[in-house]
């Protein structure tokens, strides 16, 4: 059935179909049903509209709208959305009921009759299971709150992955009780100067709490060999001396930076000039003790490794820490997830997953990198660094981002295929990861501007079947618009890009 473009839905769903009229929402609607899905609902209607809908009391009342789970209704993550007179939304799971639930607030529209949902018929489920934002809380810190807002509106557009950058030359984020100086000496700046921060174990727990109730596993990333100089301000004993390299250092001119100094705070954005020490073994007591530790208060499969960047690591010394790093994590019973220049060593451990960010067109060497983890039984995820990095400009004179990678517009966002960057099977691709690097965002709002919209063209791209009529630029770009009015009423500072019909309500 082709989707009207009327139809206000981002990620597109697999079939929808829409018919005459609206149901109208209002004081009196009696929501009954999943308890947890109802008090979600409840808050986001009251949240966009001031209308508070009364809880479910009397469950022989007939329902308005109806919530269940039925797993032979839908697939995991999926679900059946059916508005007539009434409405009924049935997930294949908790987390498919959760979706529906928030494409009936997209459908949720208020015109001169006041609010209510369009007729309609639409049956949903994701193209990959694996749906992801990244956030670096290290080069700038943002607090829990902001964490949580950040959650809700990633969630909206049915992402089901937060990774969490925790460490970085910058800062230190999380609080470790084994080796308690992180928090003490290397968590209070961030990049150019700002305040810094960390998450104590319980400020930690609660976010992943959070986002389980929007159905988002949060990977915590300790970025290592590399990109650790914040570790060596709290335990000079674990790292190198800083290593210059020519483009950390024309990058520090440019930008009117220090350069590294060992054991002092560092302001700057460069990178590559930072190493762990490998032929010492507190360093794998330190890697084995914190991994312990974020295990222990991570129930999702994945810890993160880092492996970007390690120019000051020779290679066959960056070799040998990734391969023991990553036989770290599988011991200490997670699956370790790793940036993709981990793939150059031979022996990384089984399964270890690798995170692509190199170009849609790739460098040899990058690809070859990548390939290794599906050789070695693993597989992929995909953060193009040209289609989904959201930390790049929408265009050469925006204020925020960098320019890298590429200049990103949304259309550039959008129009990629993740199964045809790489020459690996279609199956080694788990899905989609979008990364917000933070050197140029000091507050949440900055950014929102950069996250919001584009993060929604990876939502796209990530559940929507690439075979879908409207999986179009055109279509895209009209559903996108009607997004405004939700962002706008979360208090979401979404960049209002020219490329896109903005609708009003
Ligand atoms: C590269 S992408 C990095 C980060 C920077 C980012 C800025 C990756 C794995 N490493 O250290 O923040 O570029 O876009």
Redesign the pocket.
């Known amino acids: 059935m082709v989707l009207p473009h009327s139809m206000p839905l981002v990620p597109l769903p697999l079939s929808a179909s829409v018919g005459d009229g609206r149901m109208p929402i209002g004081e009196a609607t009696r929501i009954t049903g999943d308890a947890a899905a109802a008090a979600q609902l409840i808050d986001a209607v009251a949240q966009r509209t001031g209308i508070r809908l009364p809880l479910p009391s009397d469950a022989d009342r007939a329902a308005d709208i109806h919530l269940r789970i039925d797993p032979g209704a839908a697939a995991l993550e999926g679900y059946r959305l059916t508005i007539g007179d009434t409405a009924e939304i049935v997930g294949g799971d908790e987390a498919g009921l959760f979706y529906g639930v928030q494409s009936l607030l997209q459908l949720l529209r208020q015109d001169d009759e006041g609010w209510g949902v369009a007729r309609a018929e639409i049956f949903d489920a994701p193209r990959f299971a694996r749906r992801g934002v990244m956030l670096?809380v290290a080069?700038h810190f943002f607090g829990v709150d902001d964490v949580k807002k950040f959650i809700d509106h990633i969630s909206a557009l049915k992402f089901n992955h937060l990774h969490l950058h925790l460490s970085d030359d910058q800062g230190w984020r999380i609080q470790i009780d084994s080796w308690p100086k992180l928090t003490e000496l290397a968590a209070s700046t961030a990049a150019g100067g700002a305040p810094g921060g960390f998450y104590t174990k319980d400020d930690y727990r609660e976010i992943v709490a959070y986002a389980a109730s929007r159905h988002m596993i949060v990977i915590p990333e300790i970025d290592l060999p590399g990109?650790t100089h914040a570790i060596g301000v709290a335990y000079p004993e674990l790292v190198e001396a800083p290593v210059m390299n020519d483009g950390l250092i024309s990058e520090s001119k440019r930008l009117g930076q220090e350069l590294p100094v060992a054991g002092e705070p560092y302001l700057g954005w460069g990178?590559g000039h930072s190493s762990v020490r490998i032929h010492d073994e507190r360093t794998y007591d330190f890697v084995r003790d914190v991994v312990r530790e974020l295990v222990e208060m991570t129930p999702g499969p994945y810890i993160h490794i880092g492996g970007?960047?390690s120019l000051g690591t020779p290679q066959a010394d960056f070799d040998h820490f990734v391969e023991r790093a990553t036989a770290i994590v599988f011991e200490e019973g997670r699956t370790p997830v790793a940036?993709h220049e981990v793939g150059a060593a031979a022996d990384i451990a089984e399964g270890t997953i690798g995170q692509y960010?190199g170009k849609a067109t790739p460098d040899g060497t990058h690809a070859a990198e990548a390939a290794h983890f599906v050789e070695r039984g693993g597989a992929l995820i995909m953060s193009t660094?040209d289609k989904t990095?959201l930390?790049m400009k929408y265009a050469p004179d925006f204020p925020l981002g960098?320019t890298?990678?590429a200049i990103i517009d949304v259309r550039s966002a959008y129009e990629w295929e993740p199964t045809e960057v790489l020459d690996v099977p279609d199956e080694a691709i788990l899905g989609v990861e979008a990364?917000l690097?933070s050197?140029t965002t000091a507050t949440i709002g900055e950014v929102e501007q950069l996250v919001f919209p584009r993060a929604a063209a990876q939502a796209e791209v990530a559940w929507s079947s690439r075979d879908a009529p409207e999986r179009t630029w055109e279509s895209f770009r009209e559903r996108l618009g009607s997004m405004a009015p939700l962002w706008k009423a979360g208090g979401v500072d979404f960049h209002p890009a020219d490329d896109v019909p903005w609708s009003e309500r």
Do not use: F, G, I, K
Request: charged share 35%.
């Open positions: 670096d080069r990109h990178v970007d960047e940036w960010w660094a990095y930390d960098l890298w990678a990364p690097w050197e």
